[in-house]
């Protein structure tokens, strides 16, 4: 596998696909793409750690709740997060440890401000051997 993401743009919002040989992968392809629309990420350590724990009735609506979840941390916290340690992870729920830092102006750029994920034109699928995931963000 030779992308993780790209991104491509949308009008007045910003749109995500990830890919990943599993869903795991697919998830954490999918929050790094989105943190990197957020900020600057080579300067941010893996210093603290958040649980994030949330449930959904699909993989689609799942990696909804994933990515707002985070942004939540984000617009709540300031947290940055960097790492994704997806310990459970099936058809409704999904259970992270996630690890970053909280954004210091001297040390990160913040690059997009991102309100939320969307369901508009939201994709998670399985084509052959690898996983897409389309998401746009509310910008």
Do not use: C
């Not at 392809?29 to 629309?37: I, K, P, Y």
């Not at 709740?65 to 997806?86: P, T, V």
């Not at 913040?110 to 963000?137: C, M, P, S």
């Amino acid at each position: 596998m030779e992308k993780k993401y790209e991104v491509f743009p949308t009008t007045a919002d910003v749109g995500l696909i990830a890919y990943g040989e599993d869903l795991v992968t697919l998830f954490k392809n999918a929050a790094e793409g989105m943190f990197d629309l957020v900020a600057e990420m080579e300067n941010v350590k893996p210093e603290k750690e958040e649980i994030v724990d949330v449930s959904g009735p699909n993989h689609e609506e799942l990696l909804v709740a994933w990515l707002n979840e985070l942004i939540l941390l984000f617009d709540a916290r300031w947290f940055l997060a960097k790492e994704y340690d997806i310990t459970e992870l099936n058809e409704k729920h999904l259970r992270a440890i996630v690890k970053g830092e909280t954004y210091n102006a001297e040390r990160h750029a913040i690059k997009t401000g991102i309100k939320g994920a969307t369901y508009h034109k939201l994709e998670v699928k399985k084509i052959n051997d690898l996983w897409r995931a389309q998401v746009i963000f509310d910008v």
